[in-house]
C-alpha cells in the first residue's frame, strides 16, 4: 500500500512542473485569440457586403437591422433584377469584359512567365544575370507607374480604347517569372533532365513531359496571382478605356458611384453597386477553391519525389 502511495505521489506533477507548462499553454491561447481577431477582421468587410446585398436602397442607410444585419425586406432577388436593367443591363457586359481581360491576360502572363522562368533556371546564356537582375528591378516598380508611359506607347500604335489595351499589358509579369525561375530550379533537377537527354528527348519534350508537370503548384500560383491582378486592375482600364461597353466591372461601378455621389443630380444606385461588388468577388472565390486541389496534389507529388 506504502509503495502504491509513494509511486502516485511521484507521477504527480509538482507544483513547479505545472507552473512550467503554464506560459506554453498562455501562449497558445494568446496566439489563438490573435488569430481569431484577425479571422474577425477580414471576415466583416465581406460579411458587411453579403448584408447590404439584400437590402433596398433606402434600407442601406436607415434599416432596421443595422449595418451588420439584414433589414425585415430581402431584397437581394429585386437587386440582381436590377442590375439586368440598369443601362440596359450593361453591368452583365462589364462581368463579360473583366472575364475577357483577366483570364486571357492571366493564361498568356503564366505561358511567358512559366517559359521564362524555366529558361532563367534551367539554361545558361550570356547575360543572364544581367537580365535577371533587371527582371527583379521590374519587380520593385508599381504597375500604376507604368500606366501613363503604356498608355503613350499603345496611342502611337493606336491600341487605345480596345481591348488590346488592356490584354497586352497584362501579360507581362515579372513578379511570375521571378517565381517560377526560383521554383524552377528546386523542383526540376539538373540530373533529371540530363537523363532525358542521354535517353534521346528534345528540349521541348523534356520541358513537356518532364518538367511541367513538376512546376505545376508554382503554375496554379502564378494563374491566380495573375487572374486576381487583372481582375481588379484598375487605374489600366481607367486610363485606357473610354468606350462604356468595353469597361471592366471595376471601372464599371466606380462609375455608378460617382452618378450616385452626384447627390439631387444623379440617380442613387448604392444597392446595385453593393450587390454588383459581391457578383464580381464570386468568380474569384469560386477559382481559388476550384485549383485548390492542385496545389495539394502538386505539393503531395513533390514530397513523394
Known sequence: ??????????????????????????????????????????????????????????????????????????????????????????????????FLYAFTGGIGATVLAVLAGYGFATYRFRGRSAMFSILLGAVMVPLTALVIPTFVLLSRVGLVNTVWAVILPSLLSPLGVYLMRVYSQDAVPDEMLDAGRVDGAGELRLFGQVALPLLRPALVTVLLLTVVATWNNFFLPLAMLQNPKLLPVTVGLNNWQALSNAGAGGEQVWNLIVTGALISIIPLIVAFLSLQKYWQGGLSLGSIK
Open 1 to 98: 500500500m506504502s509503495t502504491t502511495l509513494a509511486t502516485a505521489a511521484s507521477a504527480r506533477p509538482t507544483r513547479s512542473e505545472r507552473g512550467s507548462h503554464e506560459p506554453g499553454h498562455r501562449r497558445r491561447i494568446g496566439s489563438h485569440l490573435f488569430l481569431l481577431c484577425l479571422v474577425v477582421y477580414f471576415i466583416t468587410p465581406l460579411w458587411w457586403l453579403v448584408v447590404a446585398s439584400t437590402k433596398s436602397n433606402s434600407g442601406l442607410f436607415t434599416g432596421s437591422g443595422g449595418p451588420l444585419w439584414f433589414d425585415s425586406n430581402f431584397n437581394l432577388i429585386d437587386n440582381i433584377r436590377g442590375l439586368g436593367t440598369q443601362q440596359g443591363g450593361i453591368f452583365w457586359r462589364w462581368m463579360a469584359n473583366s
